[in-house]
Structure formats: C-alpha cells, structure tokens
C-alpha cells in the first residue's frame, strides 16, 4: 500500500508541475509577451497563437508524454 501512496503522490506534483508550466507559458504570452508590431499567424494575433493554440499543443504532448513515462495503473483496493 505504501509503494501506492508514492506513486500516486510522484502522479500528482507532476501533474501540479505541467499545470504550473501551462499557466506561466499561457500567462506570458496573453500578458507580458509584445510583438513590435501587429503579427497575424493563420489569421490570428500572435499573442493569441501562442498563448492558446500553440500552448494547447504543447501541454498535450508533454502530458502524453508524462503518462506514457511516469504514471502507472496502481490497484486501489
């Protein structure tokens, strides 16, 4: 039961760590990030492109990624 307890809780601060890494790459681009001028990517702004449709990709592939690795199916009986 303890080797349960640890993999859950090495499952849940790496959750809590990709959750943290989306909001700053969200929160950079939506607010801090400024282009020179006003940049359009597949007709969207480029702070919008970033923020919400390339970040989406990337959270989602590092997430595959961290299931296939790290997460494992554990018996909770």
Known sequence: MKKNIKQINKEAIITCL????????WYYFAYIYKSDTNEFIL???SWFFYSCVLGL?????LVFIAVK????????D
């Open 18 to 25: 990709l959750y943290l890494f989306y909001f700053c790459w």
């Open 43 to 45: 007709g969207l702004p």
């Open 57 to 61: 990709v990337v959270i989602n592939v």
């Open 69 to 76: 690795c790290f997460f494992k199916d554990v018996d909770l």
